[in-house]
């Protein structure tokens, strides 16, 4: 069973690569199966479909993701609550940075994947609902999705900001936008 582990985690590794560097759309079975040295029918042994390679990829960190707004949902409404789901959404995006940067950049994902962007828009539009707390107005709507934007933009990009400094400076960010108009 390690062999096929190993063989499964290689071509992980070879598909994320490909897909960063082609987009999700352009990148083939056959280029997957190349990259890691493997037929094209031992690649099916693996994975039945480039969907389920996406699988694969993605849902370890989507299921952190909607675990995180889900948990700040059992909280009561406060201020900190807001910073927290930030802090929480940011530790799961930083943590899945590959993955996340896939989804959040590669639009041939969303026109290919319909059930993926679903999963996404899903979570999104709930993370924005708990950040624009109780009956919102339009000012605190747009806040909050832009303070959710602001944590999910910059991932594919700033690759050379030190992890700790880039989290430091998104939250800050993002809490900024959700402060009161004064």
Same mark, same amino acid.
Request: with cysteine; proline share 4%; glycine share 2%.
């Given at each position: 069973? #390690?062999?096929?582990? /190993?063989?499964?985690?290689?071509?992980?590794?070879?598909?994320?690569?490909?897909?960063?560097?082609?987009?999700?759309? +352009?990148?083939?079975?056959?280029?997957?199966? @190349? *990259?890691?040295?493997?037929?094209?029918?031992?690649?099916?042994?693996?994975?039945?479909? *480039?969907?389920?390679?996406?699988? !694969?990829?993605?849902? #370890?960190?989507?299921?952190?993701? *909607?675990?995180?707004? !889900?948990? +700040?949902? /059992?909280?009561?409404? $406060?201020?900190e609550t807001r910073r /927290?789901?930030? +802090?929480?959404? @940011?530790?799961?995006? @930083?943590?899945?940075?590959?993955?996340?940067?896939? &989804?959040?950049?590669?639009?041939?994902?969303?026109?290919?994947?319909?059930?993926?962007?679903?999963?996404?828009?899903?979570?999104?539009?709930? %993370?924005?609902?708990?950040?624009?707390?109780?009956? #919102?107005? !339009?000012?605190?709507?747009?806040?909050? $999705?832009?303070?959710? %934007? +602001?944590?999910?933009?910059?991932?594919?990009?700033?690759?050379?900001?030190?992890?700790?400094?880039?989290?430091?400076?998104?939250?800050?960010?993002?809490?900024? &936008?959700?402060?009161?108009?004064?």
């Amino acid at each position: 069973m #390690p062999k096929q582990t /190993d063989t499964r985690a290689r071509i992980l590794a070879a598909a994320r690569e490909l897909f960063a560097a082609q987009t999700y759309r +352009a990148a083939s079975m056959r280029d997957i199966a @190349l *990259k890691v040295g493997i037929t094209k029918a031992s690649l099916y042994h693996h994975f039945r479909s *480039k969907s389920e390679i996406l699988a !694969a990829l993605t849902t #370890p960190a989507l299921e952190a993701l *909607k675990r995180a707004v !889900a948990t +700040a949902a /059992d909280r009561p409404e $406060a201020s900190e609550t807001r910073r /927290d789901l930030l +802090a929480e959404c @940011l530790d799961v995006l @930083l943590s899945h940075r590959e993955a996340m940067a896939l &989804l959040l950049h590669d639009a041939s994902v969303y026109a290919d994947e319909q059930e993926v962007m679903t999963r996404i828009t899903d979570i999104t539009e709930h %993370a924005v609902r708990l950040l624009s707390g109780p009956n #919102p107005t !339009a000012r605190e709507r747009v806040r909050a $999705a832009q303070a959710f %934007a +602001a944590i999910t933009a910059p991932l594919g990009q700033l690759t050379d900001i030190p992890e700790d400094t880039l989290r430091t400076e998104l939250l800050q960010g993002a809490c900024a &936008l959700l402060e009161p108009a004064g």
